[in-house]
């Protein structure tokens, strides 16, 4: 029996070419004014190259989504570097732009964000590591506010802030649960006043979310001096710019904020560039990295975080609300396996044949196509082929979706790259060249703070109803005031149900969605709303993936995935 290969082995072989010549097939010159080698693989691309694209006509922009996550899992990344290798494959210039990866997942449980097996992004070890410095980047720049804030209220506080009412915490790009809550200050009068404090994962920052939607670098500096930091004790709110932050935490983030370009198995561009999550952010990589993809390819393909729900919700009434991009088609990435947990088999039994479990889950893939049909966007399914599907396994889900009016393509890129998704490319060329695209939002911006938390919760959720105390409500009234009532909403919540419940599987109807806090993020321009168990600082599980990872006698990293 011939042995699989595991993703880092794949990686480690590939045959990767220099990231110029990489760049000659988009037609970036070479020349210091367009980009910024990084090693001989990877590169930034410089803003001033950029802005001269701004009058070039936009490629067409492909999302892809999944249903809702399972430990059997889905592989929206792997899909995504698949399809833009496939529609090379056919003929077609494509980018894929992905996120970053974020270290809390690649040393905790779910791993690295590279994609796997044949359809991977490559350096796999540099991205799922360090990659750019881009989030160490973010995290120094979160942190530098934090330490202004402490500074300025040790040096006599003339702006008044209420240590008792600040909100802004501190940051670490690790999953660190003993970090949610701490105290600071502590060690007598030369080291402040104690108050209490705590961590939020990076990529739940809002710095993170700021320089995921800012257009440019100015843009990034005006967002940042408009972060709330606090209160004073009669309740006004205090801003970065009041403590003269914005100047110097732009300087740690005027590199950062140039998109990473590298590539895939196949050699074809990838831009990686951010990555919040999308279960407690917005999950989608940044503004720039997509427009500057749109303007060098003719198809780019990007991914939003988990499940359609979580996902593509915030991709459209967050990113594309910012930003003025429109997807022309949506992919919506299954597994058999995935399927069949959603219709109540347990992990360990995935590999038998049963019919009755795929039919119960496939209420999970329904709602998801129908969710993401209200956006007006077309849509595609993509069946991540594993090798223990059975032909009527497969047959039973293409029929379900036919009968459903909804293109499908079984893909079997993980094993065969680029070739095992030529007949997904081609139905997404097909439906982005030819299908009626009605783009709309789920909601309007004027609609009031709550509603707007109802209407995702009760047509996206299919909750029953959103319930929160008086205190929330009086806080989003309060935003309202203040005149932040036209923002999107960024639900936090888990992602492995539609609804707050991670063990309801499938298509759960009459919950309820309950909202236990609610931030302002006045730079990012959203209110996140933390609905049930979820926190913006995991925790590591029993066994973490980094008692796996390490170092081998020939230097090599072993243990990522």
Not at 206 to 227: Q, T, V
Not at 327 to 344: E, F, N, Q, S, Y
Not at 357 to 371: F, S
Request: with cysteine; hydrophobic share 40%; charged share 25%.
């Amino acid at each position: 029996m011939r042995k699989v290969k595991s993703d880092i082995e794949i990686a480690r072989a590939a045959k990767m070419k220099p990231i110029q010549e990489i760049l000659d097939g988009i037609n970036v010159p070479d020349k210091p004014e367009a980009y910024s080698p990084i090693g001989r693989y990877m590169a930034k691309i410089k803003s001033d190259y950029l802005e001269k694209l701004k009058d070039k006509k936009n490629g067409k922009l492909i999302l892809v989504t999944a249903i809702t996550p399972t430990p059997a899992g889905e592989g929206k990344t792997t899909t995504s570097v698949g399809l833009c290798d496939g529609l090379n494959k056919i003929g077609k210039k494509s980018i894929v732009c992905l996120r970053e990866p974020s270290l809390g997942p690649s040393f905790g449980m779910k791993g690295g964000a590279a994609g796997g097996g044949y359809a991977q992004v490559v350096p796999m070890e540099q991205i799922n590591l360090h990659f750019t410095g881009d989030f160490h980047a973010i995290t120094s720049a979160h942190n530098l506010l934090s330490a202004l804030i402490d500074n300025h209220i040790y040096w006599g506080n003339k702006l008044n802030i209420d240590v008792r009412r600040i909100v802004w915490k501190r940051a670490i790009d690790m999953n660190d649960r003993s970090l949610r809550s701490i105290v600071v200050d502590l060690g007598g009068i030369a080291n402040g006043y104690p108050r209490q404090d705590g961590f939020d994962i990076s990529v739940a920052s809002e710095i993170m979310a700021i320089f995921c939607l800012s257009k440019d670098l100015k843009d990034l500096e005006k967002r940042i001096g408009n972060i709330t930091i606090g209160y004073t004790r009669d309740k006004k709110p205090i801003y970065a710019k009041d403590l003269k932050a914005e100047g110097p935490m732009t300087v740690l983030l005027k590199d950062a904020i140039r998109p990473n370009i590298t590539q895939t198995l196949e050699n074809n561009p990838a831009i990686i560039h951010g990555g919040p999550f999308a279960n407690i952010a917005h999950g989608c990589n940044s503004v720039i990295a997509t427009k500057a993809a749109l303007k060098l390819s003719d198809y780019v393909i990007t991914e939003a975080g988990f499940g359609a729900d979580l996902g593509a919700e915030k991709f459209i009434d967050i990113k594309c609300r910012k930003s003025g991009l429109k997807p022309d088609c949506v992919v919506i990435v299954a597994t058999i396996r995935a399927l069949k947990m959603h219709g109540g088999v347990k992990k360990d039994e995935l590999k038998k044949e049963n019919l009755d479990a795929l039919k119960k889950g496939l209420t999970n893939l329904e709602r998801h196509i129908n969710n993401t049909r209200k956006f007006g966007v077309p849509v595609a399914v993509a069946v991540n082929h594993f090798a223990t599907d059975s032909n009527k396994e497969v047959n039973f889900l293409i029929d379900f979706c036919k009968n459903f009016g909804v293109e499908i393509s079984l893909c079997t890129h993980w094993s065969d790259g680029g070739n095992g998704t030529k007949d997904l490319a081609s139905t997404v060329f097909k439906i982005c060249n030819k299908s009626k695209n009605t783009f709309r939002f789920l909601y309007e911006d004027k609609l009031p703070l709550f509603k707007k938390i109802e209407k995702i919760g009760q047509e996206i959720y299919h909750a029953s109803e959103v319930v929160a105390d008086t205190k929330v409500r009086n806080q989003l009234k309060d935003f309202e005031k203040k005149g932040y009532g036209k923002l999107p909403i960024c639900v936090a919540k888990t992602q492995y149900s539609f609804s707050t419940d991670p063990n309801l599987k499938g298509a759960p109807t009459g919950h309820v969605l309950p909202v236990r806090e609610v931030r302002l993020s006045s730079g990012a321009e959203f209110i996140v709303v933390i609905c049930g168990e979820i926190m913006t600082m995991p925790g590591l599980p029993e066994r973490p993936a980094a008692e796996y990872i390490k170092v081998n006698k020939d230097g090599e990293v072993e243990g990522l995935f």
